[in-house]
């Protein structure tokens, strides 16, 4: 058999050599389109606020949870000191630079207390001039603890001084407690505007008290063994995780009496179909739905949230937390607690992930819980559905009404977005991707070059 001409192999060679460079740029093509394909699964879809999908991974326009009357702006607190006839503040002028800072200082006060707890939406601040008004004599003993007479008196006198209800949206009575005996630590009027509070008041009485105010009544804990929700008895425990459920002042307000405040704003969801559903720290600074409701049977609602510390709040309450809504009224709401109630008041009612909560034919199940996110699967009417992509991986009462704090009481919708966090292992893998694809371009430009010798490098 004759052998080839040398052309005939030079030939043979070159349609080799350009086989290959086709398989080379073949595989960059297919190594850049699965490294789009990578940024592309990285990225949910987005909906209002650029946030993922709903339960059926359609977006569409989410519906928040109902808010109360919004208790914004500056909130201007009357601080007045009071004297009885046979009871005086014993150093009245320690006791005015006390009060000063308790109500309205920069850290643990009043004020900074709700600014934080509102995001800045709502302000406490002197009625007027002087931060502290007072002493003022009433003409009454201290014994009976008589607190209707003690208001009346204060705002008559208040009232020679010109001062009128008219400059201030809350009173707050400061009186000598040794002689009065009165047996609670703060008392208040419920969506009123008057508080009661011995000269010896702590930080987390004031925060209470004036919670009471705002329209806010004791916050207690519901017995549901196993997560019946229909099967629920109430019980004479506070839920400790909220100032006016005996957690103090380190823990944030609970979902529902941040809805009553008028707090919460666009970044909550109301359920409206079956689907898995993201939550954000509810006191953090994340973006995201800080707060899901989901119906019940007779207009009852089932409010959850994920607690986290944050600044100086929510120090103690940690985890994912569910309460009861009766009638729609988020003022009075009540901590479901599967049980048993052991342990650190503060995680009592947690819920860990696969923990169920059953009413009806609506079923809650708690996903993954991580450190700055949850996932919460909503069935509705016993309809079936999947888990939606991606799921997070980043580790009223009236104004005569009066409370009293006796001592010793102590989501935007399915998934929550992608953050920096979330995208890193996609962004790795991507430019893993596109290196594989440059170098492959790279070999496929340079070595048919190699692999042809012209006349100046050819062998004798």
């Not at 005939?8 to 050599?17: A, N, P, Q, V, Y």
């Not at 949870?65 to 208790?71: E, L, R, S």
């Given at each position: 058999?004759?052998?080839?001409?040398?052309?005939?192999?030079?030939?043979?060679?070159?349609?080799?050599?350009?086989?290959?460079?086709r398989?080379?740029?073949?595989?960059?093509?297919?190594?850049?389109?699965?490294?789009?394909?990578?940024?592309?699964?990285?990225?949910?879809?987005?909906?209002?606020?650029?946030?993922?999908?709903?339960?059926?991974g359609?977006?569409?326009?989410?519906?928040?949870?109902?808010?109360?009357?919004?208790?914004?702006?500056?909130?201007?607190?009357?601080?007045?000191?009071?004297?009885?006839?046979?009871?005086?503040?014993?150093?009245?002028?320690?006791?005015?630079?006390?009060?000063?800072?308790?109500?309205?200082?920069?850290?643990r006060?009043?004020?900074?207390y709700?600014?934080?707890?509102s995001?800045?939406a709502?302000?406490?601040?002197?009625?007027g001039?002087?931060?502290?008004?007072?002493?003022?004599?009433?003409?009454?003993r201290?014994?009976?603890?008589?607190?209707?007479?003690?208001?009346?008196?204060?705002?008559?006198?208040?009232?020679?001084?010109?001062?009128?209800?008219?400059?201030?949206?809350?009173?707050?009575?400061?009186?000598?407690?040794?002689?009065?005996?009165?047996?609670?630590?703060?008392?208040?009027?419920?969506?009123?505007?008057?508080?009661?509070?011995?000269?010896?008041?702590?930080?987390?009485?004031?925060?209470?008290?004036?919670?009471?105010?705002?329209?806010?009544?004791?916050?207690?804990?519901?017995?549901?063994?196993?997560?019946?929700?229909?099967?629920?008895?109430?019980?004479?425990?506070?839920?400790?995780?909220?100032?006016?459920?005996?957690?103090?002042?380190?823990?944030?307000?609970?979902?529902?009496?941040?809805?009553?405040?008028?707090?919460?704003?666009?970044?909550?969801l109301?359920?409206a179909?079956?689907?898995?559903?993201?939550?954000?720290?509810?006191?953090?600074?994340?973006?995201?739905?800080?707060?899901?409701?989901?119906?019940?049977?007779?207009?009852?609602?089932?409010?959850?949230?994920l607690?986290r510390?944050?600044?100086?709040?929510?120090?103690?309450?940690?985890?994912?937390?569910?309460?009861?809504?009766?009638?729609?009224?988020?003022?009075?709401?009540?901590?479901?607690?599967?049980?048993?109630?052991?342990?650190?008041?503060?995680?009592?009612?947690?819920?860990?992930?696969?923990?169920?909560?059953?009413?009806?034919?609506?079923t809650?199940?708690?996903?993954?819980?991580?450190?700055?996110?949850?996932?919460?699967?909503?069935?509705?009417?016993?309809?079936?559905?999947?888990?939606?992509?991606?799921?997070p991986?980043?580790?009223?009462?009236t104004?005569?009404?009066?409370?009293?704090?006796?001592?010793?009481?102590?989501?935007?919708?399915?998934?929550?977005?992608?953050?920096?966090?979330?995208?890193?292992?996609?962004?790795?893998?991507?430019?893993?991707?596109?290196?594989?694809?440059?170098?492959?371009?790279?070999?496929?430009?340079?070595?048919?070059?190699?692999?042809?010798?012209?006349?100046?490098?050819?062998?004798?």
């Amino acid at each position: 058999m004759p052998l080839p001409s040398r052309q005939r192999l030079r030939s043979l060679m070159r349609e080799r050599e350009g086989e290959r460079e086709r398989g080379r740029t073949g595989l960059a093509v297919l190594v850049v389109l699965l490294t789009v394909a990578v940024l592309v699964l990285a990225v949910p879809s987005t909906a209002t606020g650029g946030e993922s999908g709903t339960g059926t991974g359609e977006a569409e326009e989410r519906e928040p949870i109902p808010q109360g009357q919004a208790v914004s702006g500056e909130r201007r607190v009357a601080v007045v000191m009071v004297n009885f006839r046979d009871s005086r503040l014993r150093d009245a002028a320690t006791l005015e630079a006390t009060l000063t800072d308790t109500y309205f200082g920069a850290a643990r006060s009043l004020d900074s207390y709700y600014r934080a707890v509102s995001r800045g939406a709502a302000r406490f601040v002197p009625s007027g001039d002087a931060p502290v008004i007072g002493p003022l004599d009433l003409p009454m003993r201290a014994a009976g603890c008589d607190d209707a007479r003690m208001a009346e008196e204060t705002e008559r006198q208040l009232a020679a001084r010109g001062v009128t209800e008219a400059d201030y949206d809350h009173l707050s009575i400061v009186f000598p407690a040794r002689d009065a005996d009165c047996g609670w630590s703060g008392l208040a009027s419920v969506q009123g505007s008057t508080s009661w509070m011995p000269d010896d008041l702590s930080y987390d009485s004031l925060v209470h008290e004036i919670g009471h105010n705002l329209g806010l009544g004791h916050h207690m804990r519901l017995d549901c063994p196993d997560g019946a929700l229909d099967d629920c008895t109430e019980t004479d425990g506070t839920s400790h995780k909220t100032p006016m459920g005996g957690g103090g002042a380190a823990a944030g307000l609970a979902a529902p009496e941040m809805a009553h405040a008028g707090w919460l704003g666009a970044e909550s969801l109301r359920v409206a179909e079956s689907g898995t559903y993201g939550l954000r720290p509810l006191h953090g600074p994340a973006k995201g739905v800080r707060a899901l409701e989901v119906p019940l049977d007779g207009g009852d609602r089932l409010l959850l949230e994920l607690r986290r510390a944050s600044g100086a709040l929510d120090t103690e309450v940690d985890g994912v937390f569910a309460y009861r809504v009766r009638g729609g009224d988020y003022a009075e709401s009540e901590l479901v607690d599967t049980g048993p109630s052991e342990g650190d008041p503060a995680r009592v009612g947690a819920l860990a992930a696969g923990d169920t909560l059953v009413s009806g034919a609506t079923t809650v199940t708690v996903g993954a819980v991580r450190e700055g996110a949850a996932t919460v699967r909503v069935t509705l009417d016993g309809e079936e559905h999947a888990p939606v992509r991606p799921t997070p991986r980043t580790p009223q009462g009236t104004g005569d009404h009066k409370s009293e704090q006796r001592d010793g009481e102590g989501l935007a919708e399915t998934g929550t977005g992608a953050g920096a966090g979330d995208l890193v292992p996609w962004v790795v893998a991507a430019v893993l991707l596109l290196a594989t694809g440059a170098a492959a371009l790279t070999r496929s430009g340079t070595h048919p070059a190699r692999g042809r010798r012209g006349p100046s490098s050819r062998r004798r």
